[in-house]
């Protein structure tokens, strides 16, 4: 079974600039995650997704923060613009549903250094 | 809101030595708890998991029981190895399915030989 897929595995940009990345969770997971790690912490949640539809967004900076999943597959999330404080690792997780109990899977991540 | 404390690393033990990583969650609910590990160069994958009072996870050596009473989910293994150096987070899920999982900060583990 293929994992979750990321792209780009690392990203540096002048802040100001805008920046995407790309999600691909397991086939036939309804629910993905978009978490931002800062250095020495624990993931945070940005968004969920259930399917197409956003679970839960409230820990997203939506002045500069955007993100779409479209047909309930694929994800991008967008930076425009960074600031120097968006530096961190970027994750995508997936998950069978929503269910608490079930595990979510890791894709990568993608390493963000704004300059 | 819903919060998970893990002790603080980094931790830095000899091989065979026995481990422990204190991991407390605030009490609402009952929630589905999870340790998650990170190897070097490697995203994060789940170690075990236990989603009710008093149930057990258990992976590769490693253990954590669901402590209800003292909203505890410590994990343990008996005799680390050079190989299970990372570094660990504890989880715990959210208390309905609009809720979100919340994760402890990490702890970094290191086995030496």
């Known amino acids: 079974e293929a994992g979750v897929a990321q792209s780009p595995r690392y990203k540096i940009i002048e802040k100001r600039q805008s920046v995407a990345f790309w999600c691909n969770p397991i086939s036939g997971h309804a629910t993905l995650y978009w978490y931002q790690q800062i250095l020495g912490q624990g993931p945070k949640l940005l968004i969920q997704f259930q399917n197409n539809g956003v679970v839960d967004d409230s820990q997203l900076p939506k002045d500069r923060f955007s993100a779409e999943r479209l047909k309930g597959v694929d994800s991008t999330l967008k930076i425009q613009p960074a600031k120097l404080e968006d530096s961190a690792v970027y994750l995508c997780?997936?998950?069978?549903?929503?269910?608490?109990?079930?595990?979510?899977?890791f894709g990568p991540g993608t390493r963000l250094t704004v300059t | 809101g819903n919060s998970v404390t893990q002790m603080e690393g980094p931790v830095t033990l000899s091989e065979e030595a026995f481990l422990t990583i204190n991991c407390t969650y605030t009490?609402?609910?009952?929630?589905?708890l999870f340790w998650y590990v990170q190897y070097p160069g490697e995203g994060l994958q789940l170690l075990l998991k236990a989603t009710k009072a008093d149930d057990k996870g258990s992976n590769k050596g490693f253990e954590a029981t669901y402590r209800k009473e003292t909203t505890s989910f410590h994990l343990e293994k008996g005799s680390v190895q050079v190989s299970d150096s990372a570094v660990y987070f504890c989880a715990r899920a959210p208390n309905t399915n609009a809720g979100k999982s919340t994760f402890g900060d990490g702890t970094t583990l290191t086995v030496k030989p």
């Open positions: 997780a997936s998950s069978l549903d929503n269910r608490g109990s079930y595990e979510q899977y």
């Open positions: 009490a609402t609910g009952y929630p589905s």
